[in-house]
């Protein structure tokens, strides 16, 4: 068993790798991008800036955040050091001229517009030599040339350490890259500038990339573009802040990192996970017993139909239900307590003033419905799987054999049926751990409480990347580490079961 728990554990890594190799590619090549916007003018329409937002991009804030978490690289594989002066030439003249092609009577759809702006910009720290011959050529035509200086500065701006503790080396860094992005913006010119004044800018640019080339690797080596082609990547950038466990921060709070978000939630999604889970594991080996033993009669018949209605009737409509006909003017049977249906607890005010009991209690009274919405589907399908179970083990021969032999029933229903019959419920259970930080979304969201599941619905809604790929992240591990679990309640439930 120790082999076979080693093995696993020892693969444990590589299954998550793919997992998160997958989720990442999927969720970056979706349409969109979660620090875009629209700008949208006076009038209503969408407009174009035709200062240094178009190299730069209109918010600043939103740049450092995607420059910050690496999403400014290609996902997997960058071969944008290889980029050729004829792809710098043609992109710049599609973004001075708003069309694909000279050929091309058709404005370029703002869309299209924006991807290529957005694009050509992440892409101006790797083609630096390139923009700078496109700037030095005087057959350049002088629109290209100001959009290409503007490229230059974008390329050679660097963002800077943020925190409290920064040491020494990042300290340097920032006053580096400071002085610059200052020096960088003054080479900029606008419409209208003398010859005289744009060859002195070029030549100021020229000047500043030989001090600096080597500073910031503007001209790498053969080698040097081998691994950037492997490592300078948004996939490896991500996977080098994973080793160190830091699952970065809140998309709108930079201020807030996932891990402490999710650890604060982590208590109400791990209650309305785990107590539903172990109430359903009792209770349908209960109704499956039953039924399995009542076969063809009317108890069976009429659990089976109950428990096909409620399959079949989903959380959205039941936890609107529960509120509307069951929490809103009643109170709990024989009490005079009105049923919460709002929260986990009562509000801080009040809770914090409550003994140890009553909390207890507090938290007992509004989790009672989100339990109940969470956990009749479940019980339903769970009863009637424990049903077929029950059936099949009843119909082998041992069981056959230790009643001709006098067994007493108990026995054979809790030694033998019993346990035989609890497998295939712990494998459909095994595979729910996985859900503990999911929670359940929509009664989170519906009763207001403040779990994994609405958290994770939000980040959704707002793109938030690093949020979503914790839960994904998270969620497989818990989902593998639930497998694990299920092997080893195989052999203690079954003898005959061996790891080896």
Known sequence: MGNYILRRLLLLPLTLFCIVLVNFVVINLAPGDPVSFAEISQEGGASRREDRSVAFGSDQRYLQFREFYGLTLPILFNNWPSLSLGYVQKTLWQLVHHRSSPESQEEMPLKEYDNLRITFGDQARFIMPHLLTVLEDPQTPPDIRELAARFFARGGSRQGYIGANLTPEQKAWNRRIAQDDLLLRSFMWTNGASSEEILQKVNQMRQWYEQSKDFYHFNPGKWEKLSLFFFETRFMKYMGRIVKLDFGT???????????????????????????????????????????????????????????????????????????????????????????????????????????????????????????????????????????????????????????????????????????????????????????????????????????????????????????????????????????????????????????
């Open 250 to 500: 809140l998309r709108n709070d930079s201020s807030k990192t996932v891990l402490s978000e999710v650890v604060k939630r982590f208590k109400y999604s791990l209650t309305l996970a785990l107590i539903p889970m172990l109430i359903t594991f009792i209770l349908c080996q209960f109704f499956g017993f039953l039924m399995a033993f009542k076969q063809s009669q009317w108890p069976d018949y009429l659990f089976n139909l109950l428990f096909l209605v409620l399959y079949a009737i989903p959380v959205f409509v039941v936890a609107p239900f529960l509120i509307e006909k069951v929490a809103l003017y009643h109170t709990f049977p024989f009490t005079s307590i009105p049923i919460p249906f709002s929260g986990f607890t009562n509000p801080d005010r009040v809770y914090d003033q409550e003994t140890s009991y009553q909390r207890l209690l507090d938290i007992v009274q509004h989790i009672a419905l989100p339990i109940l919405a969470i956990m009749y589907g479940s019980l339903a399908s769970e009863s009637r799987l424990s049903r077929t179970a029950v059936l099949e083990v009843l119909r082998q021969d041992y069981i056959r054999t230790a009643r001709a032999k006098g067994v007493p029933p108990s026995i054979i229903l809790f030694k033998h049926v019993g346990r035989n019959a609890a497998i295939t419920i712990v494998t459909s259970l095994a595979g729910s751990l996985g859900i503990i930080l999911g929670g359940s979304l929509i009664v989170e969201t519906l009763f207001d409480i403040n779990g994994f599941g609405k958290f994770f619905y939000e980040a959704i809604i707002n793109r938030d990347y690093n949020v979503i790929m914790f839960s994904a992240l998270a969620g497989s591990f818990l989902s593998l580490l639930g497998y694990l679990v299920a092997d080893l309640a195989y052999m203690w439930l079954d003898p005959r079961i061996t790891l080896e």
